[in-house]
């Protein structure tokens, strides 16, 4: 849009009332020409705009904010970066209506870029960033794009610059900018595109302060679209943006750069992470560039499967391994995948090792090939203190990795890599000599066999991972004939000399096998020594581990670690799980920095030495499992945090000094035979959650045998006072015969209560203070088959399940905030009393549920009509009688609006009769139901929905009741209208009948 301001003599009251803000004009490119008047006086509304604004408010008096409007209009306009004929062309006007010319023209035709050939799998990546930038808005706003190399950021900025650039009045896309601002003058050449191409006038710069004070100058009142590709370094983004405040009202700027702390640092409004292609995407890419179609042929189809799965979702691998592999037949596909398995392709490597070499220092980098070649799938913390060990910083370095797109770290707080930036760091070791012996780290069990065979091994190996199985079974493959029994069952046997030249060793892995000889000759500086399945009973005296970190020895034949006290002041974490012939714990004494003991499912373990309550820095103990157990340690280290005696099912009792551990946050001590828990308990200040369940129905060990009277006649489980627990979130005590009598603590003292579980108890009625907890949220009294009410609940509850509580009668809501009620199969549950108070949308489930009164069964449809609930599950197989629209077996119904006003219709009722019919029980709710509507007459869908939670009856009939209010109907409906309601069942689940019914 132009706007054109000249000096006018006459009244220009016509066009200022029909002058509009041209911001408000959405999408819209304003340029402002200034014709015989400056813009100044247009903003200080001087001279005949003055003499024009007098005469409008004598005539506006009594709409005077009409002509503020236009003032502000105008001055804002004013503003907009624009063309002057006295500072442009010195009067001349006809060089001024060139300029004019040249300056639409640049509008009109913005310099689009070229995506990429195939530009598979972004459109929905694009979009997401566009709606990041909320184009329209009068603030600049920044948003980042960040990823590993290849994922295709560049061809997304591309494809946003693209669909925005005509939307601004000046735009740019400068590519490349890591490789550019390292030539030459590069930001120096780097600031002149940016002027050039928003501006289209060439500008010569002296230096980059001057660019700056350019860009400053030019850019101030432009509203613009730049787009920086390739950022790697503040003093880049100094150069070109700078700041918001060097740009225009609704400038908008997008980075891509691999290392996304470069965007905090920034204060990017949004950052975007790039995502991989899906499965789907991948072929299809792949397909155009080998294939120059979407699909593969059908005999190629399996191979380019192989192919994606190699490579992942990476849209440079696709394209770069695609076009390598055009007409190519199916042998020269087979070879190029096998040679891929064991070499990256070299195009694709050189374009990621760029990432590796940017990385600052030897450190970091040694630290990404230690986990590329021996930890991906680990658990961060565990190989954090490996890699502590070897003389790294991985509290802040594994971050980097993580922000410079090289690393990711799971929600199960594992280390993951995508395969070819694995490959890529695996490839740099490979080439650093051709003799394996003399690579710092091997992995490859070819290569760590010939090294171990041949002793070829020198100082500069520092790793080695073995996986000693892999080889036997590439050893039996390799001949001709079936394996004996006698080789099938040998270990592949080594010797220890293969280690004596490489006196750098610093990780071992190991997984089976035998090492014989004398182990003085193993590597003193041992930092990590993981020997799965070891075949030793105990470790050899001479056995040097003085540097030892980590001793990882699971599912080993270990008896005992060592014969004598043995002193290894590094060591940090002992873990000898599933080792089911150990039998007696060192003597700790010597470990003094042991902060995680692990001995999960070492079922032959007696007891725990003593001097475990020396450790100073213990804060992790798994004794979960350890059927043998019959006592822990009278002391425990102050400073353990969380301790894991789950499935201890001979442990009787908690120290009673338990109290003292004042470290505790978590307690999991289900299913052992601990009778009461020491009064000492309510000490633990910091404990989180305390998790101490029985045994549960269908679980009885061997010493668990008692009957109800023995258990009543005991100390109660309980102690008298939970005061002390002022942190405690989670308690569970289920299966623990809690009685009305054996049952004296008030549970509402523990302040910080979110999850609560006491199911299976012995109780008719709540233990005291559950309703005064005042952040309970989850609830769970499942299977307390006594318990006759549930009037406690407190206002913050958002759960309560109270399923198989066959003798409870009816539920209390006292408050105007319901919690999701599942009280399935409680056959004596006659009602709910308050729902018809409460304003939220609670869940209701009451499958088997056949006691309902059917005052209750009324009220539960006059709540739901009314939009309180969102849906309920009823037993019963009647659709109620005052259903006029409706139909047996059969899975939808159609009805006509009537041609009254439809915003007189508050919604619509869905009645569904349903059985349950899947052979599979394992899950609670194993069967959904989905419910549409659609219009018929161009079959549009209106709305969708499922069950808020699963739906599941045992056989027997059920009702779905969902109400659906017309305000969530997607789309227009009119009187004379023909809808069709549609219940598709789930799996299992077989439909009775389906009914409609409009509520007015």
Same mark, same amino acid.
């Given at each position: 849009?132009?706007?054109?301001?000249?000096?006018?003599?006459?009244?220009?009251?016509?066009?200022?009332?029909?002058?509009?803000?041209?911001?408000?004009?959405?999408?819209?490119?304003?340029?402002?020409?200034?014709?015989?008047?400056?813009?100044?006086?247009?903003?200080?509304?001087?001279?005949?705009?003055?003499?024009?604004?007098?005469?409008?408010?004598?005539?506006?008096?009594?709409?005077?904010?009409?002509?503020?409007?236009?003032?502000?209009?105008?001055?804002?306009?004013?503003?907009?970066?624009?063309?002057?004929?006295?500072?442009?062309?010195?009067?001349?006007?006809?060089?001024?209506?060139?300029?004019?010319?040249?300056?639409?023209?640049?509008?009109?035709?913005?310099?689009?870029?070229?995506?990429?050939?195939?530009?598979?799998?972004?459109?929905?990546?694009?979009?997401?960033?566009?709606?990041?930038?909320?184009?329209?808005?009068?603030?600049?706003?920044?948003?980042?794009?960040?990823?590993?190399?290849?994922?295709?950021?560049?061809?997304?900025?591309?494809?946003?610059?693209?669909?925005?650039?005509?939307?601004?009045?000046?735009?740019?896309?400068?590519?490349?900018?890591?490789?550019?601002?390292?030539?030459?003058?590069?930001?120096?050449?780097? +600031?002149?595109?940016?002027?050039?191409?928003?501006?289209?006038?060439?500008?010569?710069?002296?230096?980059?302060?001057?660019?700056?004070?350019?860009?400053?100058?030019?850019?101030? /009142?432009?509203?613009?679209?730049?787009?920086?590709?390739?950022?790697?370094?503040?003093?880049?983004?100094?150069?070109?943006?700078?700041?918001?405040?060097?740009?225009?009202?609704?400038?908008?700027?997008?980075?891509?750069?691999?290392?996304?702390?470069?965007?905090?640092?920034?204060?990017?409004?949004?950052?975007?992470?790039?995502?991989?292609?899906?499965?789907?995407?991948?072929?299809?890419?792949?397909?155009?560039?080998?294939?120059?179609?979407?699909?593969?042929?059908?005999?190629?189809?399996?191979?380019?499967?192989?192919?994606?799965?190699?490579?992942?979702?990476?849209?440079?691998?696709?394209?770069?391994?695609?076009?390598?592999?055009?007409?190519?037949?199916?042998?020269?596909?087979?070879?190029?995948?096998?040679?891929?398995?064991?070499?990256?392709?070299?195009?694709?490597?050189?374009?990621?090792?760029?990432?590796?070499?940017?990385?600052?220092?030897?450190?970091?980098?040694?630290?990404?090939?230690?986990?590329?070649?021996?930890?991906?799938?680990?658990?961060?913390?565990?190989?954090?203190?490996?890699?502590?060990?070897?003389?790294?910083?991985?509290?802040?370095?594994?971050?980097?990795?993580?922000?410079?797109?090289?690393?990711?770290?799971?929600?199960?707080?594992?280390?993951?890599?995508?395969?070819?930036?694995?490959?890529?760091?695996?490839?740099?070791?490979?080439?650093?000599?051709?003799?394996?012996?003399?690579?710092?780290?091997?992995?490859?069990?070819?290569?760590?066999?010939?090294?171990?065979?041949?002793? &070829?091994?020198?100082?500069?190996?520092?790793?080695?991972?073995?996986?000693?199985?892999?080889?036997?079974?590439?050893?039996?493959?390799?001949?001709?004939?079936?394996?004996?029994?006698?080789?099938?069952?040998?270990?592949?046997?080594?010797?220890?000399?293969?280690?004596?030249?490489?006196?750098?060793? +610093?990780?071992?892995?190991?997984?089976?096998?035998?090492?014989?000889?004398?182990?003085?000759?193993?590597?003193?500086?041992?930092?990590?020594?993981?020997?799965?399945?070891?075949?030793?009973?105990?470790?050899?005296?001479?056995?040097?581990?003085?540097?030892?970190?980590?001793?990882?020895?699971?599912?080993?034949?270990?008896?005992?670690?060592?014969?004598?006290?043995?002193?290894?002041?590094?060591?940090?974490?002992?873990?000898?799980?599933?080792?089911?012939?150990?039998?007696?714990?060192?003597?700790?004494?010597?470990?003094?920095?042991?902060?995680?003991?692990?001995?999960?499912?070492?079922?032959?373990?007696?007891?725990?030495?003593?001097?475990?309550?020396?450790?100073?820095?213990?804060?992790?103990?798994?004794?979960?499992?350890?059927?043998?157990?019959?006592?822990?340690?009278?002391?425990?280290?102050?400073?353990?945090?969380?301790?894991?005696?789950?499935?201890?099912?001979?442990?009787?009792?908690?120290?009673?000094?338990?109290?003292?551990?004042?470290?505790?946050?978590?307690?999991?001590?289900?299913?052992?035979?601990?009778?009461?828990?020491?009064?000492?308990?309510?000490?633990?200040?910091?404990?989180?959650?305390?998790?101490?369940?029985?045994?549960?129905?269908?679980y009885v060990p061997e010493l668990a045998m008692y009957s109800e009277e023995i258990v009543i006649k005991q100390q109660?489980?309980?102690?008298?006072?939970?005061?002390?627990?002022?942190?405690?979130?989670?308690?569970?005590?289920?299966? /623990?015969?809690?009685?009305? &009598?054996?049952?004296?603590?008030?549970?509402?003292?523990?302040? &910080?209560?979110?999850?609560?579980?006491?199911?299976?108890?012995?109780?008719?009625?709540?233990?005291?203070?559950?309703?005064?907890?005042?952040?309970?949220?989850?609830?769970?009294?499942?299977?307390?088959?006594?318990?006759?009410?549930?009037?406690?609940?407190?206002?913050?509850?958002?759960?309560?399940?109270?399923?198989?509580?066959?003798?409870?009668?009816?539920?209390?809501?006292?408050?105007?905030?319901?919690?999701?009620?599942?009280?399935?199969?409680?056959?004596?549950?006659?009602?709910?009393?308050?729902?018809?108070?409460?304003?939220?949308?609670p869940v209701i489930r009451m499958e088997n549920c056949n006691n309902l009164s059917n005052n209750f069964k009324e009220?539960?449809? +006059?709540?739901?009509?009314?939009?309180?609930?969102?849906?309920?599950?009823?037993?019963?197989?009647?659709?109620?009688?005052?259903?006029?629209?409706?139909?047996?077996?059969?899975?939808?119904?159609?009805?006509?609006?009537?041609?009254?006003?439809?915003?007189?219709? +508050?919604?619509?009722?869905?009645?569904?009769?349903?059985?349950?019919?899947?052979?599979?029980?394992?899950?609670?709710?194993?069967?959904?139901?989905?419910?549409?509507?659609?219009?018929?007459?161009?079959?549009?869908?209106?709305?969708?929905?499922?069950?808020?939670?699963?739906?599941?009856?045992?056989?027997?009939?059920?009702?779905?009741?969902?109400?659906?209010?017309?305000?969530?109907?997607?789309?227009?409906?009119?009187?004379?209208?023909?809808?069709?309601?549609?219940?598709?069942?789930?799996?299992?689940?077989?439909?009775?009948?389906?009914?409609?019914?409009?509520?007015?």
């Amino acid at each position: 849009m132009m706007t054109i301001f000249l000096e006018e003599k006459k009244s220009p009251h016509k066009s200022s009332k029909q002058f509009k803000n041209p911001r408000h004009s959405t999408g819209q490119i304003v340029l402002p020409v200034f014709y015989d008047i400056g813009p100044s006086d247009i903003r200080k509304q001087t001279g005949s705009f003055a003499e024009a604004f007098d005469r409008h408010e004598e005539r506006f008096k009594e709409r005077m904010e009409k002509v503020q409007k236009w003032r502000k209009a105008l001055v804002e306009a004013a503003n907009l970066s624009g063309l002057d004929l006295h500072s442009v062309a010195n009067g001349h006007e006809s060089k001024f209506v060139q300029k004019i010319v040249q300056e639409v023209s640049s509008k009109l035709n913005p310099r689009y870029m070229n995506v990429a050939a195939y530009p598979v799998g972004i459109d929905s990546q694009v979009k997401d960033i566009i709606a990041m930038l909320s184009v329209g808005t009068n603030e600049v706003r920044t948003v980042g794009i960040y990823g590993m190399p290849g994922i295709g950021k560049t061809a997304i900025a591309k494809a946003v610059f693209n669909q925005l650039c005509h939307k601004f009045e000046g735009s740019c896309f400068l590519s490349n900018i890591r490789k550019n601002s390292d030539q030459h003058n590069g930001l120096l050449q780097l +600031q002149e595109q940016l002027l050039f191409d928003s501006f289209t006038e060439k500008t010569w710069l002296a230096d980059v302060d001057a660019g700056i004070n350019g860009i400053k100058s030019q850019f101030c /009142r432009k509203r613009v679209l730049v787009i920086l590709d390739d950022i790697d370094r503040m003093e880049q983004m100094h150069a070109l943006v700078g700041e918001r405040g060097w740009f225009g009202p609704g400038s908008r700027i997008v980075i891509t750069t691999r290392d996304e702390h470069l965007l905090t640092q920034l204060e990017v409004v949004k950052k975007y992470p790039a995502k991989e292609l899906n499965h789907e995407e991948s072929l299809q890419l792949l397909s155009w560039h080998a294939f120059r179609e979407p699909h593969p042929g059908i005999e190629y189809v399996e191979l380019s499967k192989v192919l994606v799965d190699c490579v992942g979702g990476v849209p440079l691998a696709l394209e770069v391994l695609g076009s390598y592999l055009f007409r190519r037949s199916i042998p020269e596909w087979t070879s190029a995948i096998e040679k891929l398995k064991k070499n990256p392709h070299r195009q694709i490597q050189s374009q990621l090792k760029t990432s590796f070499d940017d990385l600052d220092g030897d450190k970091l980098k040694g630290m990404f090939l230690d986990i590329a070649c021996f930890f991906i799938g680990m658990d961060k913390d565990y190989v954090g203190k490996i890699l502590d060990g070897r003389g790294f910083y991985p509290e802040i370095d594994i971050n980097i990795l993580r922000e410079r797109s090289l690393l990711t770290v799971n929600s199960e707080n594992k280390l993951q890599m995508h395969s070819l930036l694995r490959d890529m760091g695996r490839e740099i070791i490979r080439q650093m000599d051709p003799n394996p012996g003399k690579r710092s780290r091997l992995w490859l069990h070819e290569d760590v066999m010939e090294v171990l065979q041949k002793c &070829s091994g020198t100082e500069v190996v520092e790793g080695i991972m073995l996986d000693a199985q892999a080889s036997k079974d590439a050893f039996l493959s390799s001949t001709s004939l079936a394996p004996t029994t006698s080789q099938a069952s040998k270990d592949v046997v080594l010797s220890t000399t293969s280690f004596a030249r490489m006196t750098s060793l +610093q990780l071992l892995q190991f997984s089976g096998g035998q090492l014989l000889g004398h182990y003085e000759h193993v590597s003193e500086a041992l930092i990590w020594l993981c020997w799965h399945k070891c075949s030793l009973r105990t470790l050899p005296h001479k056995f040097q581990l003085d540097s030892l970190v980590v001793l990882d020895m699971q599912h080993s034949e270990i008896r005992e670690l060592w014969k004598k006290t043995k002193c290894l002041n590094n060591l940090k974490v002992l873990d000898l799980s599933h080792s089911m012939f150990f039998v007696k714990t060192p003597n700790f004494s010597g470990l003094p920095s042991l902060e995680r003991l692990i001995l999960e499912n070492c079922e032959n373990i007696a007891d725990i030495h003593q001097s475990i309550g020396e450790l100073k820095k213990l804060v992790f103990l798994n004794l979960k499992g350890c059927r043998s157990l019959k006592n822990l340690p009278e002391s425990l280290p102050s400073t353990l945090e969380t301790l894991n005696t789950t499935g201890c099912i001979r442990l009787e009792k908690f120290p009673e000094h338990f109290g003292d551990v004042q470290g505790l946050i978590e307690v999991q001590a289900n299913k052992t035979e601990v009778h009461h828990l020491p009064s000492s308990i309510g000490n633990l200040k910091k404990l989180k959650k305390l998790f101490v369940c029985g045994c549960g129905y269908g679980y009885v060990p061997e010493l668990a045998m008692y009957s109800e009277e023995i258990v009543i006649k005991q100390q109660p489980f309980l102690p008298l006072s939970f005061s002390g627990l002022s942190s405690l979130t989670t308690l569970h005590i289920s299966n /623990r015969h809690l009685s009305n &009598s054996n049952t004296s603590v008030n549970l509402g003292s523990l302040s &910080s209560l979110q999850d609560l579980k006491l199911a299976s108890n012995d109780f008719s009625e709540l233990p005291a203070g559950i309703g005064h907890l005042p952040k309970l949220e989850i609830l769970d009294l499942s299977a307390c088959r006594n318990l006759l009410f549930i009037s406690e609940i407190p206002s913050s509850l958002r759960t309560l399940v109270a399923l198989d509580c066959i003798s409870l009668e009816k539920v209390s809501i006292q408050s105007k905030t319901a919690p999701d009620l599942l009280l399935s199969r409680c056959g004596k549950l006659a009602e709910i009393q308050g729902l018809e108070s409460v304003e939220n949308k609670p869940v209701i489930r009451m499958e088997n549920c056949n006691n309902l009164s059917n005052n209750f069964k009324e009220l539960l449809l +006059q709540v739901l009509s009314k939009g309180k609930l969102p849906d309920i599950v009823l037993p019963g197989s009647d659709v109620p009688h005052w259903f006029t629209q409706y139909q047996r077996a059969i899975s939808s119904s159609t009805f006509r609006i009537p041609t009254i006003s439809v915003g007189l219709i +508050q919604g619509l009722i869905v009645w569904t009769v349903y059985a349950d019919t899947c052979k599979d029980k394992l899950f609670s709710y194993s069967s959904l139901c989905s419910a549409s509507i659609r219009k018929k007459n161009d079959n549009t869908e209106l709305f969708y929905t499922r069950p808020y939670f699963g739906i599941s009856s045992k056989d027997e009939d059920h009702s779905w009741v969902i109400y659906i209010p017309f305000s969530r109907i997607q789309g227009t409906i009119e009187g004379g209208d023909e809808l069709e309601v549609s219940v598709k069942p789930g799996n299992g689940t077989t439909l009775r009948k389906c009914g409609a019914q409009l509520i007015f």
